[in-house]
């Protein structure tokens, strides 16, 4: 698989233009589906950064792109293990489902702590380069060898899926379904870039979420009154 700047750019900017979509519906059922909504936001501006670090890179009289990548890593590595629990809590109607996620979100926290913080305080071990067309970033600090990069990918690829799988929330599972499958698939064909490769796919992904808020939509509508996972 090919990838570029205008993949990059394209992506990021359909997925921030879904993402108007997305938040006006949950604006309209409630502030708890906000966090869920603002999925494609993220992902674009995710997506838009991998752009700017793919420039840098296609330019060979500069080196890549310190802050781009910071910033596509922020989201990758620190963000999105406790965004996901979090937005998972926020519309789960299961109180021991929603204890269960909240507990997911802080293990997620602390995850994302251990993977990015030694990449913010010293982004001069982050070492970037193309393998097979797309982007790899290695760090020996975070992974420093194949044992550890798999077991940090597993404990990873749990605390992103089981809330999502694990949902009340019909929609969510089937997003979450969706996620579990782009993962296995990243770890078995892509695992020579997984962050890049997976973040793209789950960029694509999070369009999915519209259909999830619109379902909760037209139950208020059918319903007359908040809808139920």
């Known amino acids: 698989m090919c990838f570029s700047s205008q993949a990059s750019f394209v992506a990021g900017a359909a997925i921030i233009a879904c993402s108007g979509l997305t938040i006006r519906l949950a604006l309209q059922m ?14 674009g501006i995710q997506q838009l950064s991998e752009g700017f670090l793919w420039v840098s890179i296609d330019n060979p009289s500069a ?15 620190f963000f999105w293990p406790f965004w996901v629990p979090l937005s998972a809590a926020s519309i789960e109607s299961n109180r021991r489902h929603r204890l269960i996620f909240q507990g997911i979100c802080g293990i997620g926290f602390c995850l994302g702590l251990l993977l990015y913080l030694p990449v ?6 982050l070492d970037i380069g193309l393998v097979h067309h797309s982007i790899q970033y ?24 089981v809330p999502l799988v694990g949902s009340s929330d019909k929609g969510l599972r089937g997003f979450g379904y969706l ?4 993962v296995a698939l990243g770890f078995f064909f892509a695992s020579h870039a997984f962050t890049s490769i997976w973040c793209f796919v789950a960029a694509g992904l999070s369009a999915y979420i519209y259909f999830v808020l619109k379902f909760h939509y037209w ?7 908040p809808a139920k996972g």
Do not use: W
């Open 30 to 43: 409630g502030e708890r589906f906000l966090p869920l909504a603002s999925f494609p936001l993220f992902f």
């Open 63 to 77: 080196n890549p792109s310190s802050a781009a990548a910071l910033t596509f890593l922020f989201f990758a590595y």
């Open 120 to 125: 913010l305080l010293s982004p001069e071990n």
């Open 138 to 161: 290695e760090n020996i600090e975070t992974y420093p060898s194949e044992i550890t990069r798999n077991f940090a990918r597993v404990f990873y690829a749990l605390v992103i899926c």
């Open 179 to 182: 996620i579990v499958v782009s």
């Open 219 to 225: 139950e208020v509508d059918r319903l007359g009154g």
